[in-house]
C-alpha cells in the first residue's frame, strides 16, 4: 500500500466521531412508524370519547394563556378538530395519533445519531410502538401523548448536539422545551434536570454555549405567558398537582412496579440496559445525562407521590440507547467458527423480535379498544388500564340526564340548573347534551370553575356526580333521587349506578361557588 494512503487511511480510523456521518436511518423504522399510526387510526373510533376529550373540548371553546390544571395548547387542539369535523373521533385523535407515530420514529432517530445500526434504529422504533403507555397516549386525546413527543424529540436534539457539537441543535431544543411546556408543565422541569445532569456528568461544554443561552431564552419566552397566567391566578396548578397523587397506580409501593407495565414487562430489560449502559460503553458516555435524569426524576416523583405515568417520557430515548447494545449482542457472532455458527444468534434475534410481537399484542389489548365494550366489565383491562371504562357510556349518561330533565313541569324548569361533581360531567352535557335539548353545565371542577356560575335565580338543581343525598350535604338540601345512570355495557366506570338527585341549594350561589371549587 502507498504510503499516502496508509496515512489516510490512518487519519480517518482516528477521527473524532463527530466528524463521521451518521448512519443512514433505515426504512424500518419509517415503515412501524407507518404501521402504529394505522392501527391508531382504525381503532379510533371505537367506544366514545374520554371525560378529558370532553373538557379539553369545553375548555377550547374558553380560549386563555393558561387553565388551572393545564397550559392551552391541547384544549385550543382539540377544540379546532372538533370545529373541523363535529362528533368525528377520527379526526380528534388524529393529532394523538401522529403524534405516537412521530415519538416512534424520533426514537429510531436517537438511535442512528449514537451510530446505532439498522438493527437498533428499528428495536428502537419496535420497542417504542409496542410499549403500552404509546398505545394508550397514541388512541385518545391527553397531555401526556405530547409530553412525549415533546420530551423525545428535547432528547434527540441534545444527543445531536452533544455529538455533533451542533448549536443549532441546542436552540432547537430549547424551542421544544417552551412549546413542549404549553402542553405540559413536566417538559420544563425534565429540561431543568437535564441542564443539572450535563453540569454533573458531563460533557459541560454546551454549559458554556451561546446556543444553549438562546436555547433557554427561547424556552423562557415560549413558557412565559402560561407561567403568567397561573401567577396571576394564585398557581392553581400547584393545587392540582397536591390533589393527583399515585394512588391509582398504588401509590409509592406500586411506583417501580408500574414501571415495567409503562413499557412492557418483556421490554423492560431494554431501557433498564440504558440506565447504565453509558457508564460502560464508551460510544455512548454523551447520554450519561439521560441516566442521571431518569433516576433524578424517579426519586422526585417518589417523594412527591407523583403518579407512575409521570416518567413515561422518558421511555422513547431509553428504548433508544437500550437498543443500540441489545442489538449489537443480538447479533454477535460466536468467536469460534463452526457450521452452527449462527445459531445462537439467530434464536437471540427471535427472541427480541417475539418478545416485541408479544408486547404488542398484550400492550395493544390494554391500551386499545379491541375487545367489544360489554367485555370490560371486571376484566384485567380495566384493571391495568382504568381509562378504557372512560370512553365508555356517555350517550347513556346524557340520556339518563335529558330524560329527568324533560319530566320537570316548565315552571320548575325555567328555575333548574344542571350542576356536576367533575368537568367529564359537565363536558358531556355541554358537547352531546344539546341535541337533547339541554342547558349548559355549571361545575366547580378544574376551568369550569372559572366559567360562569348558575344565576341567583336557580332555584333547583338537578346535580350530577353525587353518591347519594347525604353526600350532597351540606351544599344541597332536600335532595332525592330522581333517577339512576347506567350504561349499556355495564362497565363500572365513575358514573355508572350514580344517582340523579333534585335539589335545592343551600345558600345563595356567589357563597356556595366557593364550596363548590375544587382542583385535582
Given at each position: 500500500?502507498?504510503?499516502?494512503?496508509?496515512?489516510?487511511?490512518?487519519?480517518?480510523?482516528?477521527?473524532?466521531?463527530?466528524?463521521?456521518?451518521?448512519?443512514?436511518?433505515?426504512?424500518?423504522?419509517?415503515?412501524?412508524?407507518?404501521?402504529?399510526?394505522?392501527?391508531?387510526?382504525?381503532?379510533?373510533?371505537?367506544?366514545?370519547?374520554?371525560?378529558?376529550?370532553?373538557?379539553?373540548?369545553?375548555?377550547?371553546?374558553?380560549?386563555?394563556?393558561?387553565?388551572?390544571?393545564?397550559?392551552?395548547?391541547?384544549?385550543?387542539?382539540?377544540?379546532?378538530?372538533?370545529?373541523?369535523?363535529?362528533?368525528?373521533?377520527?379526526?380528534?385523535?388524529?393529532?394523538?395519533?401522529?403524534?405516537?407515530?412521530?415519538?416512534?420514529?424520533?426514537?429510531?432517530?436517537?438511535?442512528?445519531?449514537?451510530?446505532?445500526?439498522?438493527?437498533?434504529?428499528?428495536?428502537?422504533?419496535?420497542?417504542?410502538?409496542?410499549?403500552?403507555?404509546?398505545?394508550?397516549?397514541?388512541?385518545?386525546?391527553?397531555?401526556?401523548?405530547?409530553?412525549?413527543?415533546?420530551?423525545?424529540?428535547?432528547?434527540?436534539?441534545?444527543?445531536?448536539?452533544?455529538?455533533?457539537?451542533?448549536?443549532?441543535?441546542?436552540?432547537?431544543?430549547?424551542?421544544?422545551?417552551?412549546?413542549?411546556?404549553?402542553?405540559?408543565?413536566?417538559?420544563?422541569?425534565?429540561?431543568?434536570?437535564?441542564?443539572?445532569?450535563?453540569?454533573?456528568?458531563?460533557?459541560?461544554?454546551?454549559?458554556?454555549?451561546?446556543?444553549?443561552?438562546?436555547?433557554?431564552?427561547?424556552?423562557?419566552?415560549?413558557?412565559?405567558?402560561?407561567?403568567?397566567?397561573?401567577?396571576?391566578?394564585?398557581?392553581?396548578?400547584?393545587?392540582?398537582?397536591?390533589?393527583?397523587?399515585?394512588?391509582?397506580e398504588g401509590g409509592r409501593v406500586g411506583f417501580l412496579p408500574f414501571q415495567l407495565v409503562l413499557v412492557s414487562p418483556l421490554l423492560a430489560p431494554i431501557w433498564i440496559v440504558a440506565l447504565r449502559a453509558p457508564y460502560r460503553n464508551v460510544a455512548l458516555r454523551p447520554?450519561?445525562?439521560?441516566?442521571?435524569?431518569?433516576?433524578?426524576?424517579?426519586?422526585?416523583?417518589?417523594?412527591?407521590?407523583?403518579?407512575?405515568?409521570?416518567?413515561?417520557?422518558?421511555?422513547?430515548?431509553?428504548?433508544?440507547?437500550?437498543?443500540?447494545?441489545?442489538?449489537?449482542?443480538?447479533?454477535?457472532?460466536?468467536?469460534?467458527?463452526?457450521?452452527?455458527?449462527?445459531?445462537?444468534?439467530?434464536?437471540?434475534?427471535?427472541?427480541?423480535?417475539?418478545?416485541?410481537?408479544?408486547?404488542?399484542?398484550?400492550?395493544?389489548?390494554?391500551?386499545?379498544?379491541?375487545?367489544?365494550?360489554?367485555?370490560?366489565?371486571?376484566?384485567?383491562?380495566?384493571?391495568?388500564?382504568?381509562?378504557?371504562?372512560?370512553?365508555?357510556?356517555?350517550?347513556?349518561?346524557?340520556?339518563?340526564v335529558a330524560a329527568v330533565w324533560e319530566s320537570l313541569p316548565p315552571d320548575q324548569r325555567s328555575h333548574a340548573v344542571i350542576v356536576t361533581d367533575n368537568y367529564g360531567e359537565a363536558g358531556a352535557i355541554d358537547l352531546l347534551g344539546r341535541r337533547s335539548g339541554l342547558?349548559?353545565?355549571?361545575?366547580?371542577?378544574?376551568?369550569?370553575?372559572?366559567?360562569?356560575?348558575?344565576?341567583?335565580?336557580?332555584?333547583?338543581?338537578?346535580?350530577?356526580?353525587?353518591?347519594?343525598?347525604?353526600?350532597?350535604?351540606?351544599?344541597?338540601?332536600?335532595?332525592?333521587?330522581?333517577?339512576?345512570?347506567?350504561?349499556?355495557?355495564?362497565?363500572?366506570?365513575?358514573?355508572?349506578?350514580?344517582?340523579?338527585?333534585?335539589?335545592?341549594?343551600?345558600?345563595?350561589?356567589?357563597?356556595?361557588?366557593?364550596?363548590?371549587?375544587?382542583?385535582?
Amino acid at each position: 500500500m502507498p504510503e499516502g494512503t496508509e496515512q489516510c487511511h490512518s487519519l480517518s480510523v482516528t477521527l473524532p466521531a463527530r466528524f463521521l456521518p451518521a448512519p443512514r436511518l433505515s426504512a424500518w423504522p419509517v415503515a412501524v412508524a407507518g404501521g402504529l399510526l394505522a392501527v391508531l387510526v382504525a381503532t379510533s373510533g371505537r367506544y366514545g370519547y374520554h371525560r378529558d376529550e370532553l373538557y379539553f373540548i369545553a375548555a377550547g371553546g374558553h380560549p386563555a394563556f393558561g387553565y388551572p390544571d393545564q397550559p392551552p395548547l391541547v384544549p385550543l387542539l382539540c377544540r379546532a378538530m372538533q370545529q373541523l369535523a363535529p362528533g368525528s373521533l377520527l379526526i380528534l385523535r388524529l393529532p394523538s395519533a401522529l403524534a405516537a407515530a412521530v415519538t416512534t420514529l424520533v426514537s429510531a432517530l436517537i438511535a442512528r445519531e449514537l451510530r446505532g445500526t439498522a438493527a437498533a434504529q428499528v428495536l428502537a422504533a419496535g420497542c417504542t410502538a409496542a410499549s403500552a403507555i404509546t398505545l394508550a397516549t397514541g388512541h385518545f386525546v391527553t397531555t401526556t401523548t405530547f409530553d412525549l413527543l415533546s420530551t423525545t424529540v428535547l432528547c434527540w436534539l441534545i444527543i445531536r448536539g452533544l455529538t455533533r457539537r451542533s448549536g443549532p441543535s441546542l436552540l432547537a431544543a430549547g424551542i421544544t422545551v417552551g412549546i413542549g411546556v404549553q402542553f405540559k408543565p413536566q417538559v420544563g422541569l425534565v429540561a431543568v434536570i437535564m441542564v443539572a445532569a450535563l453540569a454533573i456528568t458531563g460533557p459541560r461544554w454546551p454549559l458554556r454555549s451561546r446556543w444553549l443561552i438562546a436555547g433557554a431564552a427561547s424556552a423562557i419566552a415560549l413558557g412565559a405567558p402560561y407561567v403568567i397566567w397561573q401567577a396571576i391566578h394564585g398557581w392553581p396548578q400547584l393545587s392540582v398537582a397536591a390533589t393527583i397523587g399515585g394512588s391509582a397506580e398504588g401509590g409509592r409501593v406500586g411506583f417501580l412496579p408500574f414501571q415495567l407495565v409503562l413499557v412492557s414487562p418483556l421490554l423492560a430489560p431494554i431501557w433498564i440496559v440504558a440506565l447504565r449502559a453509558p457508564y460502560r460503553n464508551v460510544a455512548l458516555r454523551p447520554v450519561r445525562f439521560l441516566s442521571f435524569t431518569y433516576l433524578t426524576l424517579a426519586v422526585l416523583y417518589l417523594a412527591g407521590d407523583g403518579k407512575a405515568y409521570y416518567l413515561a417520557s422518558l421511555y422513547p430515548a431509553l428504548l433508544a440507547v437500550g437498543a443500540i447494545p441489545v442489538a449489537a449482542w443480538a447479533q454477535r457472532r460466536p468467536a469460534a467458527a463452526s457450521a452452527s455458527r449462527s445459531g445462537p444468534r439467530q434464536r437471540r434475534v427471535t427472541m427480541l423480535l417475539a418478545a416485541v410481537l408479544v408486547s404488542v399484542g398484550i400492550s395493544g389489548m390494554v391500551a386499545l379498544p379491541v375487545v367489544p365494550a360489554a367485555d370490560l366489565r371486571g376484566s384485567v383491562i380495566l384493571a391495568l388500564n382504568p381509562d378504557q371504562a372512560e370512553t365508555v357510556g356517555w350517550p347513556d349518561f346524557v340520556h339518563a340526564v335529558a330524560a329527568v330533565w324533560e319530566s320537570l313541569p316548565p315552571d320548575q324548569r325555567s328555575h333548574a340548573v344542571i350542576v356536576t361533581d367533575n368537568y367529564g360531567e359537565a363536558g358531556a352535557i355541554d358537547l352531546l347534551g344539546r341535541r337533547s335539548g339541554l342547558p349548559r353545565a355549571y361545575s366547580g371542577h378544574d376551568g369550569y370553575t372559572n366559567w360562569g356560575q348558575p344565576p341567583t335565580t336557580a332555584t333547583l338543581v338537578l346535580l350530577l356526580g353525587y353518591g347519594s343525598p347525604e353526600a350532597a350535604a351540606p351544599s344541597f338540601t332536600g335532595c332525592v333521587t330522581a333517577s339512576r345512570i347506567e350504561n349499556r355495557s355495564g362497565v363500572n366506570n365513575q358514573e355508572h349506578g350514580l344517582p340523579l338527585l333534585l335539589c335545592r341549594p343551600a345558600q345563595p350561589w356567589p357563597q356556595l361557588w366557593h364550596t363548590l371549587t375544587h382542583y385535582g
